[in-house]
């Protein structure tokens, strides 16, 4: 559960970062984030995080308040103030963007979720045949 939940968040993190981004309509900002390689950067990242299995449920439940959350809000920001990025934008993108992470997580889930289920029914199936 505690790696599926990293992985799934940082994933989520990526999405949440691409939607917030085309949602700004601001020229100059979006100059300047457009060579940002946060994604790269978020990979590497995470790969260092681990999470306990009460970590996990909570950024199950609430993505933004965790430590997880944390992390990749504090690598972004940084990436966003090597971008020229003044500290007030770069908190708000990243607020933002770790809000709107939940609602991707979410989905991850379900669709992990509707896997799982479709592959233990035909575990089942074939150890019955």
Same mark, same amino acid.
């Given at each position: #559960? /505690? %790696? ?10 990526? /999405? ?9 309509? $601001? !020229? $100059?900002?979006?100059?300047? +984030?457009? &060579?940002?390689?946060?994604? %790269?950067?978020? *990979?590497?990242?995470?790969?260092? #995080? /681990?999470?306990?299995?009460? !970590?996990? +449920?909570?950024? =199950? ?5 965790? @430590?997880?959350? !944390? $992390? #990749?809000?504090?690598? #972004? ?7 020229? =990025?003044?500290? &007030? *934008?770069?908190? +708000? ?6 809000? &709107?992470?939940?609602?991707?997580? &979410?989905?991850?889930?379900? /669709?992990?979720?509707?896997?799982? @289920? ?12």
């Amino acid at each position: #559960l /505690e %790696e599926c939940v990293v992985i799934a968040s940082r994933l989520a993190y990526v /999405e949440s970062f691409v939607d917030i981004i085309r949602r700004i309509h $601001d !020229e $100059d900002l979006l100059e300047r +984030i457009k &060579n940002l390689q946060v994604s %790269e950067g978020l *990979e590497q990242r995470s790969d260092d #995080l /681990e999470l306990t299995r009460n !970590e996990a +449920i909570k950024a =199950i439940n609430c993505f933004r308040e965790t @430590k997880l959350a !944390e $992390d #990749l809000n504090r690598h #972004l920001s940084f990436a966003l103030k090597i971008a020229g =990025i003044n500290k &007030n *934008e770069a908190d +708000i993108l990243t607020e933002r963007i770790t809000w &709107n992470t939940q609602r991707y997580l &979410n989905q991850a889930l379900a /669709e992990v979720g509707d896997s799982v @289920k479709f592959l233990s029914r035909i575990v089942i199936a074939s150890g019955t045949e």
